[in-house]
């Protein structure tokens, strides 16, 4: 599970979900089915149209010396282009403008995105302006058309924030709605305070909520990616805070230290 921290005006950190790959992928397949079941229709409707229209014409049709018809058929004909050329362009203008007008309209959301609970938002938390919803929309045509998706699922997978080349160039995330999480009332029964818990390093107060900020996103990210530098980093960390607290000795986990000062933290500066 991926997520953003976005800091508010306020100073105060906003913590999201980032959509997963496949529910915007459902996301689409939901608004593809609109698309489709749209084209249908018009071509039905304008079938139709251009049965009845080239019925008009003669079966038979004799031409002079200069290319012209001898009866009216050519203008029937040049009436027939006509009609497909605005049919054309009342199929697919809406299917290009449907995506962008959509989240515009509806605060980040196509049919498909409310249907998975999920919404776009700009990097820094605000609504993203129409020309950011064009930018991203406009970039479909690579991401998936041209690509047939795999453009898309490649750029948005290798992403820290599952973000397809449209959302870096427009500067948006897709995020959940709902958090997939659900605390359960054992969950805030649970919840340690200064009555049922007591602090192993009570001189962690000195340390900063920025401080504690970076060592829950290291903690973060090594659950998330194991590696070799995320490793370090969490020993390195550990040795940080045990010379501004001026420990003596800490636990070899060092994981489990961060861990324990950012409860201890909790615990002495909220409750």
Sequence with gaps: MKTID???SNNVTIQYELSSIAKRFVGLLLD????WTYLGIVIYVSTLIFVGVTSLAPEQVTWNTWGASSNNSYWIY???AILSLILVTIIYIPVFFYRFLSEYLFSGRTVGKMATGVRVIKVNGE?????????RSSFMLIDYWMSLGSFGFLTASSSDRNQRIGDMVAGTV???VKPTINYTIHDILSIKTAENYTPEYPGVTSLTDDDMLLIKNAIQRVRKFPNK????L???LAQKCQNVLALEKIPDNKLTFLKTLLQDYIVLTRS
Excluded: E
């Design 6 to 8: 976005i800091v508010t």
């Design 32 to 35: 593809m089915v609109i698309w």
């Design 78 to 80: 040049l009436l027939v």
């Design 127 to 135: 609504i993203p302006s129409l020309t950011d919803y064009f930018l």
């Design 174 to 176: 897709v995020i959940q």
């Design 229 to 232: 530098n995320h490793k370090k």
């Design 234 to 236: 969490i020993v390195d």
